[in-house]
């Protein structure tokens, strides 16, 4: 059965109720929404329109005596209705987060950078921070360098067009000397060159049959780390802030936290879920895919790097359904532009 439309006074309590319990973080009565938030109306007209609301089902009341809460369905209106007109960047609050952000930055190479950011947001935020690195997929394969390090070891950098590098230590099960890596490198980069990524993965292996006098062991472990260039892996996020939602009130009973903190340290997953991500996407509760994220939100912006075109990362963070959207949206939206500029 569809839910009937809202009304004009449903709409602005909900929009107050939501932007109360953001800042309380406990159940709003009537009396308190119209002291905070100035309705201009009386608080027997809220209990009304509280009461509609949670027939329709966009807020709930956790006790008998207890305020109002939003709902799912509840924040989900919000979020349609307000991040339609959101103006992001345009007040002092925001422009102050950009500063910030902007002055917290360190150079380095892109995996410091994006570590830093993740730490920036987490901390700006009070959220858990999340920043996907960029996925090598469908960028275009420029060359490669291998070099040995000694004892078994070698070197592989990547090189994309637009100058996105990416260093990766091997491990091979037999000697080898630099002349014969410079050899590989020349037979690499002729037969690569002008791929993207995701090409490469499938075709990489038929292109390099001959491949003179260096080990086959080698090759195929050079072939490996090529290949995996193309798969969004744990190791391509970076998170910072789980100290922040471990204090949130939503997750003090551990058994609310403890699958959240596992999908956090394994990563894969959470790593495979951004990467599907594309612009501005927000989605609440049980809209996601892992249960653990059941009492969660999820806000995140993709960014593209500068000269690297189809070059994709994604920039976010993860809380409590209660949650400032409003804000997070503007922080996430600056931090993506900013760091389309930084790793290039």
């Not at 980069?189 to 990489?204: D, F």
């Not at 990467?275 to 996601?288: D, M, N, Y």
Request: glycine share 8%; aromatic share 4%.
């Amino acid at each position: 059965m569809a839910t009937s439309p809202l009304s004009k006074r449903e709409i602005q309590v909900l929009l107050a109720l939501v932007k109360a319990h953001v800042a309380l973080g406990v159940p709003v009565g009537s009396q308190t929404l119209n002291q905070r938030e100035d309705l201009g109306v009386s608080s027997a007209t809220i209990r009304n329109a509280l009461a509609s609301l949670e027939e329709k089902g966009y807020v709930s009341q956790p006790h008998v005596s207890a305020g109002r809460v939003p709902s799912e369905k509840g924040y989900r209106f919000y979020v349609q209705r307000c991040m339609a007109t959101a103006d992001a960047g345009s007040d002092e609050a925001e422009i102050t987060l950009r500063q910030q952000l902007e002055a917290a930055q360190q150079e380095g190479d892109y995996e410091e950078i994006l570590h830093q950011l993740a730490r920036t947001i987490g901390d700006l935020s009070d959220q858990l921070g999340l920043v996907l690195a960029p996925r090598f997929n469908q960028g275009i394969f420029h060359k490669l360098e291998l070099w040995h390090l000694g004892q078994r070891r070698l070197l592989l950098v990547v090189t994309i067009r637009g100058g996105l590098t990416k260093s990766l230590m091997i491990e091979v099960d037999c000697a080898v000397s630099q002349r014969d890596l410079e050899a590989l490198s020349r037979l690499f980069n002729e037969r690569l060159h002008g791929l993207t990524m995701a090409e490469i993965q499938n075709a990489v292996e038929a292109r390099m049959v001959e491949f003179g006098p260096v080990p086959r062991l080698v090759v195929e472990a050079v072939v490996g780390q090529i290949e995996g260039l193309a798969i969004t892996r744990g190791a391509d996020l970076h998170i910072s802030g789980t100290r922040n939602l471990c204090l949130k009130p939503e997750f003090d009973d551990p058994s609310h936290v403890a699958g959240l903190v596992d999908l956090v340290e394994k990563k894969d997953i959470l790593a495979q879920l951004m990467s599907e991500r594309h612009g501005v996407v927000i989605t609440i509760g049980s809209e996601h895919r892992p249960r653990a994220m059941g009492r969660c939100s999820m806000v995140t912006a993709s960014y593209e790097v500068t000269g690297a075109k189809g070059v994709m990362g994604v920039i976010g963070v993860i809380g409590p359904t209660r949650m400032p959207y409003r804000s997070l949206v503007s922080l996430v939206n600056c931090a993506a532009s900013r760091a389309a500029n930084l790793i290039c």
